[in-house]
């Protein structure tokens, strides 16, 4: 994944390490926690978040998984086969279908009568 990564660094003005913060979005997402309660081993939680956020807006993550995949398909790597069970896979009782005929006319006089 870091050869996929944007250039960064951990001087003056550039990114801290990429690895620390991808990290510490995965923990986050896998865990489900808020950004202020990231353990202190990733970098400080704003990094985290801010970069996440840039990331996001810019591109970055869609950007990613799309070049590796590319690298993973070119390899060999994936099986894009799916397969799905049809007992798995359920629609809602209403789901089921529009009505096929109209319904029958109502007599004014019954629409009207009270």
């Not at 990231?38 to 869609?62: D, N, Q």
């Not at 209403?94 to 629409?111: C, E, I, L, M, W």
Request: glycine residues 10%.
């Amino acid at each position: 994944m870091e050869s996929f990564l944007p250039p960064g660094g951990a001087g003056r003005g550039e990114w801290s390490d990429h690895r620390r913060v991808v990290n510490g979005v995965l923990y986050r997402v896998r865990t489900g926690v808020q950004w202020r309660d990231l353990p202190e081993r990733f970098v400080p939680w704003e990094a985290v978040y801010k970069r996440h956020r840039r990331w996001s807006t810019g591109g970055t993550w869609t950007m990613l998984l799309s070049r590796m995949q590319a690298a993973e398909d070119a390899a060999g790597g994936i099986d894009w086969d799916v397969s799905v069970d049809s007992t798995a896979v359920r629609a809602h009782q209403h789901a089921t279908g529009a009505r096929k005929a109209s319904p029958a006319a109502v007599p004014q006089s019954v629409v009207n009568c009270c």
